[in-house]
Every structure is written in structure tokens, then in C-alpha cells.
């Protein structure tokens, strides 16, 4: 299983952060498997914001619920990250990656990873 | 929200070494709603321990996890010169899943 996330680097303040994770040797339809989203805000520990699978459950962190939304493409076998009105505090480095069994659980494969800097 | 403490933050070792690392949780994960991570520079982390002790795929033996309730281990029996690295637990007990601040294993 291989997951690359992509999108822009640079993103202006109080605009929308969107940024898609392509799956490769395994389907978003399977609906065994998990997929979400987790950042390292610069100079910052890892935070999670939040997961999803085929059968349309979405659980996020509460301190981002209001600004996020998680989302399974599965003709093209992708996951989209949206974060709405962002600010300095969401910049920050963007994984894709599966869950080892459910939507509140561990990562077992990761992306390499993504830089999103907000700045105008 | 669950806070996870790990000790210590910097632990300078040899290789062939035995290295132990500490997870403390704020409160009870009330299961094996543990995790640990390795990561190096420039890499993503990646899962070693899940469900407080079961090794991930491709995992070797010898990195084991224990712990219950709000206190967790980590332990390298013979550090290997790639072990050196940043570790990370991680719990999925409580809402929002949260992450230690990490330990840097570091070469002595």
C-alpha cells in the first residue's frame, strides 16, 4: 500500500486548505480499511485531525470539527483533506494514511508527507 | 483530553545497548489503546508497537511494548545503529487521539 498526498504549498490566510491523498496498491472501496489525515504543525508534536472510510463514518478532532471535512473519492481511489479559514497555525506538514482497523486507531502506513505553509 | 508524557526526551546510548522509553498517560487509555512510532529525519513516522505490545509488520523482535492503564514501555533490547531516532506513542482510548511530545534516541 502506497499513499502520496498532494496540493498546494502555499496557501493565504483565511482561505480553504485542500489537498488529496492518491491510494496505490489498495482500494478506498475496501470497507476494511481506514484512511484520515494527521500534521505536525511547525516546531510542534504530531496532531491527529481526523478519519474516514467507504461506509461514509467520519470522526474528527473536536478542535478542528467546525473547519475540516474528510472525504473518499473512490473512482480515482483518493482522500481529500478540507480545512476552511486557515491562519499561521495550520502551517504545517500533511500525512495521508491508513488505520490499522478502525477510525479511532493506530497508522500503519503513512505518506511521506506534504509542507503546507499559510502566509500571504 | 488525554495528555501523553514521554520520559525521557533525549536518551544517549550505544549500539548493543538496551534502551527503555516511557509513555505516561493524564488518565486511563481503559484498553490497549496504545501505539509507538519511529521516525527519522526527513521520514515519515512509522508504526512498530500497536495495541500496547503487538509488533507491526516487518517489525523486529527486538522492539517490545507493555504498559496498562496510564503507564507504557517501549523497549529497544539491542539498539542497532538504524534505531536511532525519534519515538512517539500514541493513544486512541479518548478523544482526540493525541501523541507524546517523542524521545530522541541518540547516539553516545
Known sequence: LQLQESGPGLVKPSETLSLTCTVSGGSVRDRSSYWGWIRRPHGKGLEWIGSTYYGGVTYYNPSLERRVSISLHTSKDQLSLSLMSVTATDTAVYYCVHLLGGLRASANYWGQGTLVTVSS | ?108
Open chain 2, 1 to 108: 483530553e488525554i495528555v501523553l508524557t514521554q520520559s525521557p526526551g533525549t536518551l544517549s546510548l550505544s549500539p548493543g545497548e538496551r534502551a527503555t522509553l516511557s509513555c505516561r498517560a493524564s488518565q486511563s487509555l481503559g484498553g490497549n489503546y496504545l501505539a509507538w512510532y519511529q521516525q527519522k529525519p526527513g521520514q515519515a513516522p512509522r508504526l512498530l508497537i500497536y495495541g500496547v505490545s503487538s509488533r507491526a509488520t516487518g517489525i523486529p523482535d527486538r522492539f517490545s511494548g507493555s504498559g496498562s492503564g496510564t503507564d507504557f514501555t517501549l523497549t529497544i533490547s539491542r539498539l542497532e545503529p538504524e534505531d536511532f531516532a525519534v519515538y512517539y506513542c500514541q493513544q486512541f482510548g479518548g478523544s482526540p487521539l493525541t501523541f507524546g511530545g517523542g524521545t530522541k534516541v541518540e547516539i553516545k
